[in-house]
């Protein structure tokens, strides 16, 4: 560590003394020796591992101006980076402090102490910077981009939506479907308190923001529902596979509901039927098979999955032909399926059901914001053989 602080205290040191001296080749002799006593007496605090007075005595040596201004802001980053944000705390509040600094180096100097205190975990501290930087064009898009995350983590979902309007207007680039997701959870808070009016609201302008929205449909087709409309909760329900089939699955027993409460059970069929012709999904056949269990019998129900299985071999498809099967079996078939149907339980408890097509986060549960890269819509399903989960 101490040869790490050496090399760079020579580094930049040496730069600060080439900048500060390169134009007065005829310096007086006192200013030098001053120079030169200050730097060993830093290396010193180096070499007995004293680092704050070693920074204490670098930042009185290094004279704030365009030429050491450099110096200083990679000192400070270089600091944060190692994790020790108070010292860069340090530099960049004595930058900032200095009246004669110019203001392209008062700006990064804000933005690096704003950076500075959301490593400290102080979010208070760096939103105050960053909110500083919003109107100011070289460190607007930067600014507004870290005050969308810092809202987002903090589930200030209104100020979110303002950030990243004002992003889209100085970029220019949409965040429209980051901001329906934002409107989407101001409509859950919503929807939990029973203020389906002003969660109706809120999933219209998601709409808006992005028409492909599944989970704006999903959320309205569940006030529809909640309001005893559910033929317009339908239409909002089967828009979902245009949107984005990959959340196909989270609209199947809604669907179903739907089409129950509406006493349409012939049109239930026909319509899942069609469905896994284009979509062969395992969430489809269970609703689907449950139906024609209740209707026609176990042994129907059976045959119908096992087509399924056939036609589309995965883990969970035979999970699901084994838990239907079960019931028709008898003495030693019926003890080596429930053999099987623990075998499997075991086998699917270890696998994920979601997955984020952008770090591969797993997951049991639908998370519409990813825990690990924090993007949004990319956890999905999993529908394939290998993850036994289609």
Same mark, same amino acid.
């Given at each position: 560590?101490?040869?790490?602080?050496?090399?760079l205290?020579?580094?930049?040191l040496a730069?600060a003394?080439?900048?500060g001296?390169?134009m007065?080749?005829?310096?007086?002799?006192?200013?030098?020796?001053?120079?030169h006593?200050?730097?060993l007496?830093?290396l010193n605090f180096? @070499?007995?591992?004293e680092t704050d007075?070693?920074v204490?005595?670098?930042i009185?040596?290094?004279e704030?101006?365009?030429?050491t201004?450099?110096t200083?802001?990679?000192?400070?980053?270089?600091?944060?980076?190692?994790g020790?944000?108070?010292?860069?705390?340090?530099?960049?509040?004595n930058?900032?402090?200095?009246?004669?600094l110019?203001? %392209?180096y008062?700006?990064?100097?804000?933005?690096?102490?704003?950076?500075?205190y959301?490593?400290a975990?102080?979010i208070?501290?760096?939103?105050?910077y960053f909110?500083?930087? !919003?109107?100011?064009k070289?460190?607007?898009?930067?600014?507004?981009?870290t005050?969308?995350e810092?809202y987002?983590?903090?589930?200030?979902?209104p100020?979110?939506?303002d950030?990243a309007q004002?992003?889209?207007?100085?970029?220019?680039?949409?965040?429209?479907?980051? %901001?329906?997701?934002?409107?989407?959870?101001l +409509?859950e %808070?919503a929807?939990n308190k029973k203020?389906?009016?002003?969660?109706?609201?809120?999933?219209?302008?998601? +709409?808006?923001?992005?028409?492909r929205?599944?989970?704006a449909?999903l959320?309205h087709a569940k006030? @529809?529902?909640?309001?005893g409309d559910?033929k317009?909760?339908?239409?909002?329900l089967k828009?979902?596979k245009?949107?984005?089939?990959?959340?196909?699955?989270?609209?199947?027993?809604?669907? +179903?509901?739907?089409?129950e409460r @509406?006493?349409?059970?012939?049109?239930?069929?026909?319509?899942?039927?069609?469905l896994?012709d284009e979509?062969p999904?395992?969430p !489809?056949? @269970?609703?689907?098979?449950?139906?024609?269990?209740?209707?026609?019998?176990?042994?129907t +129900?059976?045959?119908?999955?096992?087509?399924y !299985?056939?036609?589309?071999?995965?883990?969970?498809?035979i999970a699901?032909?084994i838990?239907?099967?079960?019931?028709n079996?008898?003495g030693?078939?019926?003890?080596?399926m429930?053999?099987l149907q623990n075998l499997?339980?075991?086998i699917l408890?270890n696998k994920?059901?979601?997955k984020c097509?952008?770090?591969?986060?797993p997951?049991?549960?639908?998370?519409?914001?990813c825990?690990?890269c924090?993007?949004w819509?990319?956890?999905?399903?999993?529908?394939?053989l290998?993850?036994?989960?289609a």
């Amino acid at each position: 560590m101490v040869v790490i602080w050496v090399m760079l205290a020579l580094t930049a040191l040496a730069g600060a003394w080439y900048a500060g001296f390169r134009m007065r080749p005829e310096d007086d002799s006192p200013r030098k020796l001053d120079f030169h006593r200050d730097y060993l007496v830093g290396l010193n605090f180096l @070499l007995n591992e004293e680092t704050d007075k070693a920074v204490d005595v670098f930042i009185k040596m290094l004279e704030v101006d365009s030429d050491t201004v450099e110096t200083h802001l990679a000192v400070g980053k270089l600091f944060r980076k190692r994790g020790e944000v108070d010292r860069a705390i340090r530099i960049h509040q004595n930058l900032i402090a200095r009246p004669q600094l110019e203001k %392209i180096y008062r700006e990064q100097s804000l933005f690096e102490l704003g950076q500075d205190y959301l490593s400290a975990g102080m979010i208070d501290r760096a939103e105050k910077y960053f909110l500083e930087l !919003v109107n100011e064009k070289d460190y607007a898009s930067d600014a507004l981009e870290t005050l969308i995350e810092i809202y987002q983590q903090g589930k200030d979902w209104p100020r979110a939506i303002d950030m990243a309007q004002q992003y889209q207007s100085v970029t220019k680039k949409s965040l429209g479907p980051e %901001i329906a997701h934002f409107y989407c959870e101001l +409509a859950e %808070i919503a929807i939990n308190k029973k203020m389906y009016r002003e969660a109706s609201g809120y999933l219209d302008k998601a +709409a808006y923001e992005d028409s492909r929205c599944a989970r704006a449909s999903l959320l309205h087709a569940k006030v @529809l529902m909640a309001e005893g409309d559910n033929k317009t909760a339908l239409r909002y329900l089967k828009n979902v596979k245009d949107q984005n089939p990959d959340y196909l699955a989270e609209s199947i027993e809604m669907i +179903a509901t739907c089409y129950e409460r @509406l006493h349409c059970e012939d049109q239930l069929i026909t319509y899942f039927k069609n469905l896994i012709d284009e979509y062969p999904r395992v969430p !489809v056949v @269970l609703i689907l098979a449950e139906r024609i269990r209740k209707w026609k019998g176990d042994k129907t +129900a059976a045959g119908f999955v096992a087509d399924y !299985v056939r036609r589309y071999p995965s883990l969970k498809g035979i999970a699901l032909f084994i838990n239907i099967y079960i019931s028709n079996a008898e003495g030693r078939a019926k003890e080596d399926m429930h053999i099987l149907q623990n075998l499997m339980k075991k086998i699917l408890a270890n696998k994920p059901e979601y997955k984020c097509n952008s770090c591969g986060f797993p997951g049991k549960t639908l998370h519409w914001q990813c825990p690990g890269c924090r993007e949004w819509s990319t956890m999905v399903p999993i529908y394939n053989l290998e993850d036994g989960l289609a």
